[in-house]
């Protein structure tokens, strides 16, 4: 009985032609819109302060939404500090906003900027487009 189901298969199939698998329907999210919610056109600000005189070394950071509430981590007379806006990293020495250009440190009444160093570029990600 086997035998006979599968030759009436072959059969079929020799009459029909090999059935082609549907390709299934691809689903495609518009990559265009896929983060367009989170890249927001903010304020355009400008570099009107001087740059710090301090000797400060930008270490790292976790950045926040909104911004002035991320967390710097900065080397400063030869330690490690992690501060947010409205900490005091010594005294005299505050670290008044965070914003896109930068830090800004009230530096004993001198307001200063500590810019955001260039980005390092990506490893181990295919460059699209």
Known sequence: MLAGWLAAQCVLQVWHGLAQPAPAPLASAPVADLLSRHWRTGPILNNELPLTTL???????????????????????????????????????????????????????????????????????????
């Open 55 to 129: 000797n400060i070394q930008y270490l790292g950071g976790l950045k926040a939404s909104p911004l002035s509430s991320t967390v710097v981590v900065l080397r400063f007379e030869q330690r490690q500090r992690t501060l947010a806006r409205g900490q005091k990293l010594a005294p005299g020495i505050l670290l008044q906003d965070i914003d896109e250009l930068g830090l800004v440190f009230d530096n004993n009444g001198k307001r200063e900027r500590l810019p955001w160093p260039p980005q390092r570029p990506s490893f181990g990600f295919k460059q699209q487009g």
